[in-house]
Protein backbone atom coordinates (compact mmCIF):
# COMPACT_ATOMS: atom_id res chain seq x y z
CA UNK A 1 0.00 0.00 0.00
CA UNK A 2 1.04 3.49 -0.72
CA UNK A 3 2.01 5.73 2.33
CA UNK A 4 2.63 9.75 1.79
CA UNK A 5 3.71 11.89 4.03
CA UNK A 6 3.41 15.49 4.10
CA UNK A 7 6.42 17.72 5.85
CA UNK A 8 7.27 21.54 5.89
CA UNK A 9 7.37 24.21 8.10
CA UNK A 10 4.01 24.29 10.38
CA UNK A 11 4.13 28.33 10.45
CA UNK A 12 4.64 30.79 7.65
CA UNK A 13 4.57 34.74 8.14
CA UNK A 14 2.09 36.56 6.12
CA UNK A 15 3.05 37.46 2.57
CA UNK A 16 5.67 34.44 2.62
CA UNK A 17 5.86 31.47 0.89
CA UNK A 18 4.25 28.10 1.84
CA UNK A 19 6.54 25.11 1.18
CA UNK A 20 5.67 21.39 1.41
CA UNK A 21 6.70 18.57 0.15
CA UNK A 22 4.92 14.74 0.39
CA UNK A 23 7.11 12.21 0.30
CA UNK A 24 5.94 8.55 -1.23
CA UNK A 25 7.23 5.09 0.30
CA UNK A 26 6.11 1.83 -0.33
CA UNK A 27 6.02 2.77 -4.13
CA UNK A 28 6.86 4.88 -6.95
CA UNK A 29 5.60 8.26 -8.07
CA UNK A 30 5.65 6.22 -11.26
CA UNK A 31 2.96 4.43 -10.03
CA UNK A 32 0.12 6.58 -10.24
CA UNK A 33 -0.70 9.39 -13.11
CA UNK A 34 -1.35 12.48 -10.81
CA UNK A 35 -0.76 13.08 -7.12
CA UNK A 36 -2.42 16.16 -5.37
CA UNK A 37 -2.03 18.44 -2.81
CA UNK A 38 -5.84 19.20 -0.72
CA UNK A 39 -6.35 21.77 1.85
CA UNK A 40 -9.23 22.20 4.56
CA UNK A 41 -9.19 25.22 6.75
CA UNK A 42 -9.87 24.28 10.20
CA UNK A 43 -13.91 22.91 10.71
CA UNK A 44 -14.30 23.38 6.90
CA UNK A 45 -14.41 21.31 3.86
CA UNK A 46 -12.04 20.27 1.62
CA UNK A 47 -10.31 22.08 -1.46
CA UNK A 48 -8.74 20.76 -4.42
CA UNK A 49 -5.38 22.79 -5.01
CA UNK A 50 -4.21 21.02 -8.37
CA UNK A 51 -2.06 17.75 -8.99
CA UNK A 52 1.17 17.14 -11.08
CA UNK A 53 1.81 14.07 -13.33
CA UNK A 54 5.49 12.12 -12.62
CA UNK A 55 6.63 13.97 -16.09
CA UNK A 56 6.16 17.08 -14.61
CA UNK A 57 2.87 18.06 -16.20
CA UNK A 58 0.01 20.44 -13.61
CA UNK A 59 -3.41 21.24 -13.38
CA UNK A 60 -4.18 24.05 -10.50
CA UNK A 61 -7.38 25.66 -9.51
CA UNK A 62 -7.87 28.71 -10.73
CA UNK A 63 -8.65 30.33 -7.73
CA UNK A 64 -5.33 29.82 -6.32
CA UNK A 65 -3.26 29.49 -10.10
CA UNK A 66 -1.79 32.46 -9.82
CA UNK A 67 0.06 31.80 -6.07
CA UNK A 68 0.63 28.16 -6.73
CA UNK A 69 3.38 25.57 -8.06
CA UNK A 70 3.95 21.80 -7.54
CA UNK A 71 6.64 20.05 -8.82
CA UNK A 72 8.13 16.22 -9.26
CA UNK A 73 11.10 14.80 -7.80
CA UNK A 74 11.35 11.48 -9.15
CA UNK A 75 14.64 10.67 -7.65
CA UNK A 76 13.40 11.54 -4.54
CA UNK A 77 10.17 9.89 -5.02
CA UNK A 78 8.66 13.17 -3.87
CA UNK A 79 6.45 15.87 -5.05
CA UNK A 80 6.25 19.44 -3.74
CA UNK A 81 3.79 22.76 -3.07
CA UNK A 82 4.67 26.46 -3.11
CA UNK A 83 1.96 28.34 -2.10
CA UNK A 84 3.15 32.26 -2.64
CA UNK A 85 1.91 35.53 -1.27
CA UNK A 86 0.03 33.59 2.11
CA UNK A 87 -2.39 35.08 4.44
CA UNK A 88 -4.29 33.80 7.03
CA UNK A 89 -7.01 32.38 5.02
CA UNK A 90 -4.42 30.16 3.57
CA UNK A 91 -4.70 28.46 7.03
CA UNK A 92 -5.26 24.67 6.97
CA UNK A 93 -4.19 20.95 7.31
CA UNK A 94 -2.71 20.46 3.74
CA UNK A 95 -3.05 16.86 2.75
CA UNK A 96 -1.03 14.88 -0.36
CA UNK A 97 -3.35 12.55 -2.41
CA UNK A 98 -2.97 9.66 -4.80
CA UNK A 99 -4.47 9.65 -8.21
CA UNK A 100 -7.76 10.88 -8.83
CA UNK A 101 -10.19 10.00 -7.09
CA UNK A 102 -7.66 10.12 -4.42
CA UNK A 103 -6.86 6.74 -3.08
CA UNK A 104 -4.91 7.44 -0.88
CA UNK A 105 -3.81 10.59 1.75
CA UNK A 106 -1.34 11.54 3.94
CA UNK A 107 -2.14 11.90 7.48
CA UNK A 108 -1.82 15.81 6.79
CA UNK A 109 0.16 18.83 8.34
CA UNK A 110 -1.07 22.21 9.54
CA UNK A 111 0.42 25.34 8.10
CA UNK A 112 -0.78 28.05 10.25
CA UNK A 113 0.23 31.65 8.63
CA UNK A 114 0.68 34.52 11.48
CA UNK A 115 3.56 36.51 12.21
CA UNK B 1 -16.53 25.66 -11.48
CA UNK B 2 -18.75 22.83 -10.60
CA UNK B 3 -20.39 23.45 -7.06
CA UNK B 4 -21.62 20.50 -5.24
CA UNK B 5 -24.30 20.84 -3.00
CA UNK B 6 -25.24 18.21 -0.12
CA UNK B 7 -27.86 17.73 2.00
CA UNK B 8 -28.38 17.36 4.81
CA UNK B 9 -25.43 18.81 6.46
CA UNK B 10 -26.18 17.08 9.20
CA UNK B 11 -28.04 13.64 9.87
CA UNK B 12 -28.62 12.24 13.20
CA UNK B 13 -29.39 8.44 13.38
CA UNK B 14 -28.81 5.84 15.55
CA UNK B 15 -26.87 2.59 14.96
CA UNK B 16 -28.86 0.30 12.61
CA UNK B 17 -30.63 2.88 10.69
CA UNK B 18 -30.71 2.83 6.91
CA UNK B 19 -29.02 6.77 5.86
CA UNK B 20 -29.01 8.19 2.32
CA UNK B 21 -26.81 11.38 1.46
CA UNK B 22 -27.71 13.27 -1.40
CA UNK B 23 -25.01 15.56 -3.72
CA UNK B 24 -26.13 17.52 -6.54
CA UNK B 25 -24.37 18.48 -9.01
CA UNK B 26 -24.50 22.33 -10.74
CA UNK B 27 -23.70 20.57 -14.02
CA UNK B 28 -23.37 17.31 -15.49
CA UNK B 29 -20.59 14.99 -14.00
CA UNK B 30 -21.28 12.15 -15.95
CA UNK B 31 -20.62 9.59 -13.62
CA UNK B 32 -17.64 10.82 -12.09
CA UNK B 33 -18.19 10.94 -8.51
CA UNK B 34 -16.57 9.89 -5.71
CA UNK B 35 -17.71 9.66 -2.05
CA UNK B 36 -15.13 10.07 1.11
CA UNK B 37 -15.63 9.72 5.01
CA UNK B 38 -13.57 11.75 7.20
CA UNK B 39 -12.97 10.95 10.92
CA UNK B 40 -11.89 14.17 13.32
CA UNK B 41 -8.28 14.57 12.80
CA UNK B 42 -7.92 11.97 10.03
CA UNK B 43 -7.53 12.34 6.47
CA UNK B 44 -10.89 11.71 4.14
CA UNK B 45 -11.14 7.75 3.11
CA UNK B 46 -12.42 6.84 -0.26
CA UNK B 47 -15.38 5.05 0.22
CA UNK B 48 -16.74 5.01 -3.96
CA UNK B 49 -15.79 5.80 -6.56
CA UNK B 50 -17.41 6.12 -10.63
CA UNK B 51 -20.46 7.02 -8.55
CA UNK B 52 -21.00 3.81 -7.56
CA UNK B 53 -17.86 1.57 -7.77
CA UNK B 54 -16.79 0.11 -3.93
CA UNK B 55 -13.54 0.96 -2.87
CA UNK B 56 -11.42 -2.64 -2.24
CA UNK B 57 -11.97 -2.72 1.66
CA UNK B 58 -14.96 -0.57 2.19
CA UNK B 59 -17.71 -2.62 3.60
CA UNK B 60 -20.74 -3.38 1.43
CA UNK B 61 -23.30 -1.35 3.54
CA UNK B 62 -21.97 1.30 1.77
CA UNK B 63 -23.57 1.97 -1.80
CA UNK B 64 -23.63 5.17 -4.13
CA UNK B 65 -25.91 5.56 -7.03
CA UNK B 66 -26.65 8.03 -9.12
CA UNK B 67 -25.76 9.76 -12.80
CA UNK B 68 -25.51 13.63 -14.58
CA UNK B 69 -26.31 15.63 -11.55
CA UNK B 70 -27.95 13.76 -8.61
CA UNK B 71 -26.12 11.21 -6.63
CA UNK B 72 -26.60 9.26 -2.92
CA UNK B 73 -24.83 7.53 -0.80
CA UNK B 74 -26.18 4.94 1.10
CA UNK B 75 -25.45 3.49 4.69
CA UNK B 76 -27.77 0.40 4.68
CA UNK B 77 -27.48 -0.47 8.71
CA UNK B 78 -25.43 1.92 10.32
CA UNK B 79 -22.65 0.72 12.49
CA UNK B 80 -20.69 3.12 15.45
CA UNK B 81 -17.81 3.21 13.30
CA UNK B 82 -19.54 5.28 10.72
CA UNK B 83 -20.57 8.28 12.34
CA UNK B 84 -18.37 11.22 10.72
CA UNK B 85 -18.18 13.23 8.04
CA UNK B 86 -18.99 12.27 4.19
CA UNK B 87 -18.29 14.63 1.52
CA UNK B 88 -18.73 13.97 -2.22
CA UNK B 89 -16.66 15.06 -4.92
CA UNK B 90 -16.53 15.47 -9.10
CA UNK B 91 -13.62 14.72 -10.78
CA UNK B 92 -15.26 15.18 -14.52
CA UNK B 93 -13.99 18.78 -14.93
CA UNK B 94 -11.30 21.02 -13.59
CA UNK B 95 -10.88 22.16 -10.99
CA UNK B 96 -12.01 18.99 -9.00
CA UNK B 97 -15.11 20.48 -6.45
CA UNK B 98 -16.07 18.93 -3.22
CA UNK B 99 -19.64 19.19 -1.14
CA UNK B 100 -19.80 20.75 2.17
CA UNK B 101 -19.61 17.81 3.88
CA UNK B 102 -22.88 15.97 5.75
CA UNK B 103 -21.92 14.89 9.08
CA UNK B 104 -23.49 11.71 10.26
CA UNK B 105 -23.62 11.79 14.48
CA UNK B 106 -25.76 9.91 16.94
CA UNK B 107 -29.49 10.57 17.78
Known amino acids: QVQLHESGPGLVKPSGTLSLTCTIS?????????WSWVRQPRGKGLEWIGE???????NYNPSLKSRVSISVDESKNQFSLMLTSVTAADTAVYYC????????WGQGTLVTVSS | DIQMTQSPSTLSASAGDRVTITCRAS??????LAWYQQKPGRAPKLLIY???SLESGVPSRFSGTGSATEFTLTISSLQPDDFATYYC?????????FGQGTKVDIK
Open chain 2, 50 to 52: KAS
Open chain 1, 26 to 34: SGSIRSSNW
Open chain 1, 97 to 104: ARDSPMLN
Open chain 2, 27 to 32: QSVSIW
Open chain 2, 89 to 97: QQYNSFPWT
Open chain 1, 52 to 58: VHPGGST
